[in-house]
């Protein structure tokens, strides 16, 4: 099995700074792409920040400048650094990745996506 354990949120102040890990552990090959994703309530899960295995990062507009998404394939963790948070960041955070996963004795592998469990952000006005 995978599993993916956040860790990280909280309570801030706006204007605050919170920094978000996700490691990731089982039986897997590797891990391709790995995301942040946010749900707040009412509101759709919505995909925060996502970087591939060789680094290169993608952002939701309405974090761009403010959050940086990073992460250590030896450590097999994607971090999400949150500067300048708003009360409108409020949800709870979630990490997903693409893991390879042998199929069969033969060796063939195969990709699914896994979640973690989740992390609450609040920011106070």
């Known amino acids: 099995q995978v599993q993916l354990v956040e860790s990280g949120g909280g309570l801030v102040q706006a204007g605050g700074s919170l920094r978000l890990s996700c490691v990731a552990s089982?039986?897997?090959?590797?891990?391709?792409?790995m995301g942040w994703y946010r749900h707040a309530p009412g509101e759709q899960r919505e995909l925060v920040a996502s970087?591939?295995?060789?680094?290169?990062?993608n952002y939701a507009d309405f974090v761009k400048g403010r959050f940086t998404i990073s992460r250590d394939n030896a450590k097999n963790t994607v971090y999400l650094q949150m500067n300048s948070l708003e009360p409108e960041d409020t949800a709870v955070y979630y990490c997903?990745?693409?893991?390879?996963?042998?199929?069969?004795?033969?060796?063939?592998?195969?990709?699914?996506?896994?979640w973690g469990q989740g992390t609450q952000v609040t920011v106070s006005s």
């Open positions: 997903n990745g693409q893991f390879r996963r042998v199929a069969n004795v033969e060796g063939a592998t195969y990709e699914r996506v896994y």
């Open positions: 970087i591939t295995s060789g680094g290169t990062t």
């Open positions: 089982g039986d897997f090959k590797s891990i391709n792409n």
